[in-house]
C-alpha cells in the first residue's frame, strides 16, 4: 500500500521559514517524479514546485521562485520543501505526490499517480 505522509507544516509570521517533509511508503521513491501542490480556502489546487526523479530537474511556479527550494533524498525515500521569506499568500494546505507516468508534466496534477492528505502552513502578517 503507497502512503505519503506530509509533516512539517504550522503557523509561522511573514518572513519565516518551514521545512515541509514527504515521507514515502510502498513504493520505490527513486522511481517516482514527486511535486508538490497547494490548495488555499476557496481556491483550487495550485502546482508549487516539482522535482525529477534522480534530483535532475526542479520546476517551481513564479511566485515561490527565489524563496522554495525542493530536494529529495531517495535513501530517505523523503521529498523535501524548504520555504523561506514566507508570506501570508502562502497559507495553504501542502499536499505532495508522486508521478510514474511518462507524459509526466510537473504542473499537470492529473499526471500524479499518489497524492498524500495534506500538511496545513498558516503565515500570519
Known amino acids: 500500500q503507497v502512503q505519503l505522509v506530509e509533516s512539517g507544516g504550522g503557523l509561522v509570521q511573514a518572513g519565516g521559514s518551514l521545512r515541509l517533509s514527504c515521507a514515502a511508503s510502498?513504493?520505490?521513491?527513486?522511481?517516482?517524479?514527486m511535486g508538490w501542490f497547494r490548495q488555499a480556502p476557496g481556491k483550487e489546487r495550485e502546482f508549487v514546485s516539482a522535482?525529477?526523479?534522480?534530483?535532475?530537474?526542479?520546476y517551481y511556479t513564479n511566485s515561490v521562485k527565489g524563496r522554495f527550494t525542493i530536494s529529495r533524498d531517495n535513501i530517505k525515500n523523503t521529498v523535501y520543501l524548504q520555504m523561506n521569506s514566507l508570506k501570508p499568500e502562502d497559507t495553504a494546505v501542502y499536499y505532495c505526490?508522486?508521478?510514474?507516468?511518462?507524459?509526466?508534466?510537473?504542473?499537470?496534477?492529473?499526471?500524479?499517480?499518489?497524492w498524500g492528505q495534506g500538511t496545513q502552513v498558516t503565515v500570519s502578517s
Open positions: 505526490a508522486a508521478a510514474n507516468s511518462p507524459r509526466w508534466v510537473a504542473e499537470r496534477a492529473d499526471d500524479y499517480d499518489y
Open positions: 510502498g513504493l520505490t521513491l527513486s522511481n517516482y517524479r
Open positions: 522535482i525529477g526523479s534522480n534530483g535532475v530537474g526542479r
